[in-house]
């Protein structure tokens, strides 16, 4: 696997460059992943035009070396990572301008930016890597496609297991299981089923219900594939559908064509959003669709770009993004198709392939 640190760092000083940022502090753990290859859960890191300082803590001592390599000078804290951070600084400046996370700072560091901080002007940034982050390499891509065979397969084992009587939290515990088996390192998100009534929850929680004849099984749960991430949702039926429950759900499944088809980059995340919705809507269901039709999806499961209402951004080529229009109705029950889409100038790639016909089970 080509090594893509060098030339994300390179991207990265020529984005502090434009925004006249002679440093940077990452305080975002999966952006310091992103360029620096260390996955462990504490650490920070300062880039400026000619250095990268990377500090964590002595549970990661071998690690950081392993994943880190030469790329970075490593200072491993015994006490806090922000001390580390006062003593260091000093030798990496003077910098006339720094910038620092701050969808990522807690008020209590941020202050100590403005007391300790090496005297330096310091300014808020937003989204700068997360912008580099949008736009997946081949390799990232391949992950991705891991991260999504995974939840696809351990969904097949799932599905040939679920009967009428199981709770949702039995349901849970295999589709959970099955993902171990199939080689998920952890789950990105509480895993969602949601049966019945409770399927009109877009983010219900597995609880006690028993599953009943005729209910919508809703499961929504990801995958983590080499610190990459799937995102699915697959509705069922428990038994036999009605024709209510096939109207809903054709609905939903159109939608989900539609947009999964026609996503494009270039698009801006609003006219995406509006591929599925505009489905809906003609169809008299606009009211029932109250979330976005998506979002990116990488090292998290939630990330840069958004495809919703509000989002004015272009996607760009090579994201990879959730369609995932639904419709929910109160006291009865909904349907939601999710899948992880690759957005390539030549078309867009669906990285998750369960079946969408509506599916009998049980
Ligand atoms: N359950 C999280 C999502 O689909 O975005
Ligand atoms: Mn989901
Ligand atoms: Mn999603």
Redesign the pocket.
Known sequence: MVDRRPERLAALRDAMRAAHLGGLLLTNLPNIRYLTGFTGSSAIAFVTERDLLLITDFRYATQVREEVGALARVSIEGQSLWAGLWRILPELGPVDVAGFESGHIVHRDFERLTTAGAGWHWRATSDIVEGLRERKDDDEIARLAAAAEVATRALERTVASVRAGMTELEVAGTLERALRLEGSTGFP?ET?VASGPRAALP?ARAAERAIAPGDFLLL?FGAIVDGYCA?I?RTFVVGRASEEQRAVYEVVRGANARAAGAVQPGMTGRDADALARRYIEERGYGEEFGHSLG?GIGLE??EAPRLARTADAVLPERAVV?I?PGIYRAGWGGVRI?DDVVLYPDGPRILTTFPRDLLEIG
């Open positions: 998100f969602i983010h929504d995102d949702t979002h499961v939630h959730t995932e999710e």
